[in-house]
């Protein structure tokens, strides 16, 4: 960085001993008992580390700062640095970059006053990306007025002047991060919870009407492993509209349920019916609060994928892997091999986001090829497996459809009818393969 450093003394400037030379500026050195930071301006002059703000090493916060002034930035990695997980940018442009590629980030610190993109159109943008990190603006030389109106529309957590010695940065630092961590534990356990509950409501679901709730389960298992691959934000919406996209299918009679589940023939009033589940299950959806985003996503599901604008956010592209998921379930639950299947999908009309099927590939391992195929008697079913035929009992009775995913709760539900049959009612040899 072409930086040097030389011992000087300077006539009435108390506690300067040397000077750093950067890029042909001129950078004192300040000296702080046994302690010597950089000269820069004084709002980041250290002074005495208040200890119960000391951030904890093992486990630094990610701190994204922002200003067009390199000095500044290098203040803050002398000064911060050893804290923290420091992470600097000198535009907003290069903000949004740094944000994107090395997020997420707890706290994201903007100066107001910059060139093309200022601080607070910064933070809106990065709020648009994120919605539980914590900003705050520094403002030195900015309009008060101006800053403070930006503070109130922007959701910005706090306003800092300059200057600003360096502990009381660090306290509203410390501040942020504590208001990252509860928002961050209240989101984690909403989702916890929501998706405990969800599961417990499809898991019964899937047993009383095995069709398209075990299909559920499946599909969303599915998502979740695209949107990994992907690098979407994984979450309690795509639980969400991975399962209750199926809720349509609830309203019509068992028999019907099973035509559709094996695309057999059916009257074009009962296809009609079928093009207007999503509205059914955003109807129940509606009234329901922070599902709204629910509703978006089980919209586009049928639709073929148009990439999110900036300013929306990713509802299209969970749409579009609950929709590839859906149509490779479909296909396995028919039988096809997974040449077959992917066949299939690169003929399809159907637009998915970039990426997708390559995913798709790489999940279900397509170039190992085909899985083997065996036939095993019901005790000896194991978590993993996936059955090939349907699973009923003597009366006609479908306890599961070929498709369906062995686990731990399949193989109670088996166990429960063989107590209750005193025996077993299904046949002796059930076709399987390891997923």
């Known amino acids: 960085m072409g930086i040097k450093v030389r011992r000087s003394s300077f006539p009435g400037a108390r506690g300067v001993t040397s000077l750093l030379r950067k890029n042909g500026r ?14 820069l301006p004084c709002f980041l002059l250290p002074r005495s580390r208040p200890k119960a703000y000391m951030s904890t090493p093992a486990n630094p916060a990610k701190i994204l700062f922002v200003d067009d002034d390199e000095l500044v930035l290098s203040g803050i990695n002398l000064t911060l640095g050893r804290n ?20 997420p980030f707890a706290v994201v610190v903007s100066d107001f006053n910059m060139p093309q993109m200022d601080g607070s159109e910064f933070l809106r943008e990065v709020r648009k990306l994120d919605k539980e990190v914590v900003t705050m603006i520094l403002s030195g030389g900015a309009n008060f007025s101006e800053v403070s109106d930006a503070v109130r529309r922007g959701g910005i957590f706090r306003l800092i002047g300059k200057p600003c010695p360096t502990e009381s940065l660090e306290e509203n630092l410390q501040q ?18 929501t998706n405990g509950a969800v599961r417990a409501i499809t898991t019964i679901l899937a047993a009383a009407k095995p069709l398209f709730f075990g299909r559920s389960e499946r599909v969303r298992e599915l998502a979740f492993d695209l949107g990994k691959s992907l690098g979407l934000a994984i979450d309690w919406r795509l639980e969400l509209a991975s399962t209750f996209s199926y809720l349509g299918y609830l309203t019509l009679p068992d028999e019907v349920q099973e035509k559709l589940y094996n695309n057999e023939g059916l009257p074009e009033e009962i296809m009609d019916v079928v093009k207007v589940f999503p509205n059914f299950a955003n109807g129940i959806l509606k009234g329901i609060p922070r599902l709204e985003q629910i509703t978006g996503i089980i919209d586009r599901i ?26 490779y379930e479909r296909y396995a639950s028919d ?12 003929k399809s009309p159907r637009v998915y986001m970039p990426g997708a099927l390559d995913a798709l590939r790489t999940i279900k391992d397509y170039s190992k090829g085909e899985a083997e195929v065996e036939e095993v008697s019901v005790d000896h079913l194991k978590s993993g497996m996936r059955i090939l035929e349907d699973l009923r009992l003597p009366n006609g009775q479908l306890v599961a ?11 109670k539900v088996v166990e429960n009818y063989v107590i209750s049959y005193f025996g077993n009612p299904f046949p002796e040899r059930i076709k399987v393969v390891m997923r």
Not at 89 to 99: R, T
Not at 303 to 322: G, K, N, R, T, W
């Open 84 to 103: 923290y997980s420091v992470y600097t940018a000198s535009s907003g442009m290069e903000g949004l970059e740094v944000f994107r590629k090395d997020g």
């Open 26 to 39: 001129i950078l004192p050195l300040c000296c702080h008992g046994d302690r010597v930071s950089l000269g």
């Open 176 to 193: 942020a991060i504590r208001q990252y961590r509860t928002v961050r534990a209240e989101k984690d356990m909403l989702e916890q919870t």
């Open 401 to 411: 459809p070929k498709g369906s995913k062995v686990d731990q709760q399949f193989i």
């Open 335 to 346: 039988g096809f091999s997974r040449s077959d299947i992917f066949g299939k999908l690169d």
């Open 302 to 327: 049928d639709e073929d994928y148009e990439a999110s604008s900036p300013q929306e956010d990713d509802s299209a592209e969970l749409a579009s892997i609950i929709s590839l998921a859906k149509e």
